[in-house]
């Protein structure tokens, strides 16, 4: 089989000349890239030989012999650790059978962070309780066989294994040849990996896998412990006993966090209850200052306010109002507002494309439904008469843009300045920082100027422009239509300009730059006040010999109205307002 | 060895005209396929983009012969020249298994004509 060639090239863009790594380079890169995706091989087929283990004991009890077993032991046991509370089980056969004992629930227990999840472990053998269990030929005994579903948690790894697997596969197999039979350079197939473009496909993906984690995590740890805290405020006020208090560091990739696990006991009368539920919001955060006073507050033998479900009397919790730490449930909201952000958007960009395409077809254009140069056109709508046009970014947009990023920017600057402040404060002044900073808070500075020069300019007369069609073709004309919405009396001169645009973003290393190359301006208005503030109306007609709008991923050919307005002693009017220019060559969208 | 034919040897076309052709070969044992595209791409300073605007898959049936082929040339991209980006239009034939390709470069255009950047457009 013909392999469809995809390679990984270390020093180039793939099917474009370029500098190429020397051989050195080449190998380096190689072992580079051999390390990272054998770490990945390595760790899959690790995991994976694990949980296939894992999974080969649990479907081993398959094949054990039914028994009947009777609870001698059922208690959780604080064990410590990351996961301290351990489910201590112990039971005997009562049948026929030879005589058994068994200390296991399934072949492998797990432990658990909390008290009452222990304890649920243990709800269907209680002391005393018949239950049907299973015996080995060894004479090994439990009470459950292990999940059949276990066996499917091999494919997370394997996961690894492929991306591992292919990766290598790719580094180390043998080059296609560069030059045929004859010595010449042998060609490489451009189209053989084309796909075609998403359409906002990606964004609905990306963002529907978003709002369903987002969502997810929202209702397991925001949601669903708010509702807890509100159902809380009727249950019974009592004074538990605390047995354990400690804070709990847990190590992870992204550092230390830390929790809080207090053990507690409480008598209703009914016998004894325990709990180790500090608060409705569990998980770890960092900052082990915070634990550490809580725990201080809970110390071992101390008796403290807890609050017991009426109904559920071993179900209990420490603090029961909104504390800090609940806002840290919220942050999942983020990414459920984010996600849904991202679908709309998908939604409409695909929904714009699929608008365009349906509009060309009926339109009369003469383009196929499925015609390629659909893919390579801005979207456009078909409409004749007054067509209102409209600027490519609204000054409102520019002005919110740069709130945001002079926000953003002089948030985490003032972090760092806030510190050189008070290391001068102490009279111990940290000035290698301070040096550091200057650039960095000079942009900051130049950023508030911005946002001022953009305030400002909110103020200026609003350009209305429009034209008798929405789009044009190439040795066609457009009919335009300006002026101006407000103090127009302001305006000292005025041009509207015809502009032709190459753009071709390339990366070099890991950057991503964009050209941009000037092809074509035809200046169309160039007024002076007075007449300059009444508006008017201008033809505009496209060169016989023009390119029609382009748009793929890396390259453009954009054609676009920029009209300005110079104010005195004020920020200028500038706006910018795409035209599509269609591929039609004989008849055109416009006259 | 693969090569790609166009009757009368044309290689500008207009939009919509139809391409016609035949794909030689002759290869060291039987190819399983033969596929032919009708592909634009870009050249200049961005990163390249490509563009499958038809593809086919002709009929093989020994190691030497040769197929063929009807395409309509869709109504664009035109092929243009500029200083940044510039769009070329190319048959291309791939023969499997071993990847061998032929290129055949056209112009797709008004006129049969490519648009220029910067002169008129």
Redesign the interface.
């Known amino acids: 089989?013909?392999?469809r060639?995809w390679k990984i090239r270390l020093g180039r863009?793939a099917?474009?000349p370029g500098p190429e790594a020397g051989p050195v380079g080449r190998f380096l890169g190689r072992l580079l890239a051999t390390a990272f995706f054998g770490l990945f091989f390595g760790l899959g087929v690790f995991f994976t030989w694990g949980m296939l283990q894992r999974a080969g004991e649990h479907l081993e009890t398959y094949r054990w012999s039914e028994r009947v077993c009777e609870v001698e032991r059922s208690e959780v046991v604080r064990a410590g650790g990351e996961e301290p509370y351990e489910p201590r089980i112990a039971f005997r056969s009562i049948d026929a059978g030879p005589a058994l004992r068994g200390q296991r629930i399934q072949r492998r227990d797990v432990e658990y962070g909390s008290h009452g999840e222990a304890l649920a472990r243990l709800g269907p053998y209680p002391v005393g309780a018949v239950a049907t269990c299973y015996a080995s030929e060894a004479g090994e005994l439990v009470l459950e066989r292990g999940p059949f579903w276990s066996a499917l948690l091999v494919f997370f790894p394997l996961i690894f294994v492929v991306i591992g697997g292919v990766g290598l596969w790719a580094i180390w197999s043998p080059d296609?040849p560069t030059r045929?039979a004859a010595g010449r350079p042998?060609?490489?197939?451009?189209?053989?990996n084309?796909r075609r473009r998403a359409e906002g496909r990606v964004l609905l993906w990306m963002g529907a896998l978003f709002a369903a984690i987002g969502g997810l995590t929202f209702w397991f740890f925001g949601a669903l412990p708010l509702w807890q805290v509100y159902e809380a405020r009727s249950w019974d006020a009592q004074r538990c006993t605390v047995e354990h208090s400690s804070v709990v560091a847990h190590q992870s990739d992204d550092g230390t966090t830390y929790s809080v696990d207090i053990f507690y006991r409480w008598d209703r009368g009914r016998g004894v209850e325990r709990s180790s539920r500090y608060s409705f919001f569990g998980g770890s955060s960092s900052g082990r200052a915070a634990k550490a006073e809580i725990v201080a507050a809970h110390r071992e033998g101390a008796e403290v306010a807890c609050w017991v479900h009426p109904q559920t009397p071993n179900e209990a919790v420490l603090e029961r109002e909104l504390t800090l730490h609940a806002a840290v449930a919220l942050v999942p909201l983020a990414f459920l507002v984010i996600g849904v952000g991202m679908l709309l958007h998908g939604r409409q960009i695909s929904g714009r494309r699929a608008a365009m395409r349906s509009r060309a077809y009926q339109g009369g254009l003469?383009?196929?439904a499925e015609?390629?140069?659909l893919?390579?056109l801005p979207t456009f709508e078909m409409r004749a008469g007054p067509v209102p046009l409209a600027a490519d970014s609204p000054r409102w947009m520019r002005f919110v843009g740069l709130v945001f990023a002079t926000l953003f920017w002089n948030g985490i600057v003032s972090v760092f300045a806030y510190q050189a402040w008070k290391s001068w404060q102490r009279g111990n002044p940290e000035v290698f920082l301070m040096f550091f900073l200057v650039p960095f808070v000079l942009v900051g500075i130049a950023l508030v100027f911005g946002v001022i020069h953009a305030l400002l300019g909110m103020a200026n007369p609003h350009p209305v422009l429009s034209a008798n069609a929405s789009t044009v073709a190439?040795g066609r004309s457009l009919e335009l239509q300006w002026r101006f919405r407000g103090r127009a009396e302001r305006l000292s001169r005025v041009r509207l300009s015809l502009i032709?645009r190459?753009?071709?973003?390339?990366?070099v290393g890991t950057n991503t730059h964009t050209?941009?190359?000037t092809?074509?301006e035809e200046v169309l208005v160039d007024l002076a006040a007075p007449s300059c503030q009444m508006g008017g109306h201008v033809r505009v007609a496209?060169?016989?010999?023009?390119?029609?709008s382009?748009e793929?991923?890396?390259?453009?050919?954009v054609w676009q109205l920029d009209l300005s307005g110079e104010i005195e002693r004020w920020p200028d009017v500038s706006e910018s307002y795409p035209l599509v220019v269609l591929?039609l060559?004989?008849r055109g969208g416009a006259t | 060895m693969i090569e790609i034919r166009l009757d009368e040897s044309r290689s500008a076309f207009e939009p919509g005209e139809k391409l016609r052709g035949e794909v030689h070969w002759v290869a060291e044992t039987a190819p399983r396929g033969l596929a032919l595209r009708l592909l634009w791409y870009t050249e200049g300073r961005g990163d390249r983009d490509v563009g499958v605007a038809s593809r086919e898959t002709l009929p093989v049936g020994s190691s030497t012969g040769s197929s063929a082929f009807s395409l309509e040339a869709p109504s664009g991209p035109w092929s243009c020249s500029g200083q940044l980006v510039s769009i070329r239009w190319a048959l291309e034939a791939e023969l499997e298994p071993g990847g061998e390709v032929a290129r055949l470069e056209l112009v797709l255009g008004p006129g049969g004509s490519e648009a220029l950047l910067g002169q008129g457009g």
Do not use: I
């Open positions: 089989m013909a392999r060639g863009r099917g474009q296609r045929d042998r060609l490489q197939a451009l189209g053989a084309f003469p383009f196929r015609d390629p140069v893919e390579v190439p032709g190459e753009e071709a973003t390339y990366r050209a941009q190359e092809f074509h496209l060169p016989a010999g023009a390119m029609h382009f793929s991923e890396h390259n453009k050919v591929p060559a004989e």
